[in-house]
């Protein structure tokens, strides 16, 4: 009997990986996912050009895998760094990619031949949450990603929000320290500056410099450059002081973060995705307590702080979820 059901490609593109992925029309299925790493130094059109050929690989298997052919294949969401021109399929600006005025869309529906929208890749990952991850049933949800960035998407009233110039949810360069650290946006004191996934590691880097007795040295044969905030949270979940203290201070950073977001939006859920899902109850119960100190406490009371569920395909669910919202008018 003939497969007759139809699909979508979800692209999730970060700073540091390239994620692809097909999904069944109404969710039920997942199929061909794939990553790669990005190299943004090599400039836009070859990272343009890499997504272009992880979709048609991603289309090739996945007909192999269901017996579909070609034509149900309906389109690509895409999630992408912003701040965003939605309209124009256009990424304004990504300072961890190093583009501006980059037509993505564009070049994504011309290599592949398909329809194409474009999101950001944190509203994606959020809103991927919300549909079939640990954010389902939420009414209000403010999704945090950890990556090589920081990013955040909204839904209010189960409406993902835009803001009148699409870039609404930007909690990564939500100031936390007025005077503090060089965010990469050329603002100081970023919560991006502080806790995303290279800034994490900088700060195990400084903390351990002149420790040459540290299990986090060790994990990395002295060579400190080495470190990334997964190698952080291995040392502190094996216990190594100095890992757990920068993990007990990125959490604070966080839970400070959660809390603003709490008394502002009074959400009902919060979804922390990312590679930071990995340090666990080491990370999410300082930052909950911190998060319960600092917020209103009907505010708390009301909200589940939660990790992300859909580990590694977040971001692509979501992407699928944006073109079905977009193109076809599914919610």
Same mark, same amino acid.
């Given at each position: 009997m003939r497969n007759s059901q139809r699909y979508i490609v979800g692209v999730d593109l970060g700073g540091t990986n390239i994620v692809v992925g097909a999904m069944a029309e109404d969710g039920s299925s997942q199929h061909a996912l794939r990553s790669q790493p990005t190299h943004a130094q090599l400039g836009a059109d070859a990272v343009a050009d890499r997504i272009v050929e992880m979709i048609g690989d991603v289309i090739t298997v996945t007909m192999a895998?269901?017996?579909?052919?070609?034509?149900? %294949?309906?389109?690509?969401?895409?999630?992408?760094p912003g701040p965003l021109d /939605?309209?124009? $399929?256009?990424?304004?600006?990504?300072?961890n990619l190093g583009w501006k005025n980059f037509p993505l869309r564009e070049r994504v529906m011309t290599g592949t031949g398909l329809k194409a929208t474009l999101d950001n890749d944190a509203n994606c990952a959020t809103l991927g949450e919300w549909?079939?991850?640990?954010?389902?049933? $939420?009414?209000?949800?403010?999704?945090?990603?950890?990556?090589?960035?920081?990013?955040?998407? @909204?839904?209010? +009233? $189960?409406?993902?929000?835009?803001?009148?110039?699409?870039?609404?949810?930007?909690?990564?360069h939500t100031t936390i320290?007025?005077?503090?650290?060089?965010?990469?946006?050329?603002?100081?004191?970023?919560?991006?500056?502080y806790a995303s996934g290279p800034n994490i590691a900088e700060r195990a880097r400084e903390r351990i410099a002149d420790d040459e007795g540290s299990v986090l040295a060790k994990m990395v044969g002295g060579q400190? +450059?080495?470190?990334?905030?997964?190698?952080?949270y291995e040392a502190a979940n094996a216990g190594d002081e100095s890992a757990l203290d920068v993990v007990k201070e990125t959490a604070r950073f966080l839970g400070a973060g959660v809390a603003n977001l709490l008394n502002v939006f009074n959400p009902d859920v919060?979804?922390?995705?990312?590679?930071?899902?990995?340090?666990?109850?080491? @990370? %999410?119960?300082?930052?909950?307590?911190?998060? /319960? /100190?600092?917020?209103?406490?009907?505010?708390?009371?009301a909200c589940r702080i939660v990790p992300g569920s859909l580990r590694g395909s977040a971001g692509v669910v979501?992407?699928?979820?944006? %073109? /079905?919202?977009r193109e076809l008018g599914l919610s």
């Open positions: 895998e269901t017996g579909a052919k070609r034509n149900q %294949f309906l389109g690509v969401g895409i999630g992408a /939605r309209e124009r $399929g256009l990424v304004i600006v990504a300072p549909w079939l991850g640990a954010a389902r049933g $939420g009414k209000c949800v403010v999704g945090i990603t950890i990556g090589t960035g920081i990013g955040g998407g @909204l839904i209010l +009233d $189960g409406k993902l929000y835009h803001g009148v110039s699409d870039v609404a949810g930007e909690i990564g320290d007025m005077n503090g650290r060089r965010c990469k946006c050329g603002n100081y004191g970023c919560l991006e500056a400190l +450059d080495k470190i990334t905030a997964a190698t952080v919060v979804v922390i995705a990312g590679g930071v899902t990995d340090a666990g109850d080491t @990370l %999410f119960e300082p930052l909950r307590a911190e998060a /319960r /100190r600092r917020a209103f406490k009907p505010a708390f009371d979501g992407a699928v979820a944006t %073109f /079905r919202s």
